[in-house]
């Protein structure tokens, strides 16, 4: 054998040798890929249930408020007939009777409408947290992956530790997104 191919031999091992060191890199990379697509999509998905809990707080609240106002009209009505002389006072008795009933009947509605709306914006408010852990676990295994990938470029350690350290962190955000309440 002469002296340059086995010089060839020696350069051909030490590069196999370093790609042997960077395939649990390579391999890390590929997990923070998958992860990193996965919690996106957690993401976009808890962005859109925020968005349909709030279509139905608005709707909600806009039923509170037809019936408010309909109860303040009804309110005024009665006070109305108190105060104009009316010549069939059977007739505007019972009348105000009704709108009495009414306003009774709507103001135990109008508790009720209120708690369910103020219940949906609650869920809206949790919905968004979760949403804005995911996002931020998407930021942190973005971060992990770009830096564990600047090791194959380095062939330095360091960054990959620094990448797995990232990504834990980001880990632990979609953990601590799955249990808000």
């Known amino acids: 054998m002469e002296a340059h191919e086995a010089q060839e031999l020696q350069e051909h091992a030490e590069h196999g040798a370093h790609e042997a ?23 976009h998905r808890a962005h859109t249930e ?9 709707d909600d609240w806009n ?21 104009v002389t009316i010549t069939d006072q059977q007739g505007a008795e ?8 009414h ?36 930021a942190l295994l973005e971060i992990g992956l770009v830096i564990t990938s600047v090791t194959l470029l380095t062939r330095s350690r360091i960054y990959w530790y ?6 834990a962190c980001g880990i632990a955000s979609v953990i601590s997104a799955f249990l808000l309440k």
């Open 21 to 43: 060191t960077l395939r649990p890199v390579a391999f890390t990379m590929s997990v923070l890929a998958v992860l990193v697509a996965v919690t996106t999509v957690l993401g």
């Open 50 to 58: 925020a968005v349909l809990f709030q279509n139905q707080a608005t």
């Open 63 to 83: 039923q509170y408020q037809a019936h408010k106002i309909r109860a303040n009209d009804t309110e005024l009505a009665s006070d109305l007939l108190g105060v």
């Open 94 to 101: 019972k009348l105000a009777k009704a709108y009495h009933d």
């Open 103 to 138: 306003e009774a009947r709507w103001a135990d509605e109008l508790k009720v409408e209120e708690q369910q709306a103020q219940a949906q914006v609650d869920k809206v408010a949790a919905v968004e947290a979760r949403a804005d852990r995911f996002d931020l676990a998407e």
């Open 162 to 167: 620094l990448g797995m350290a990232f990504s």
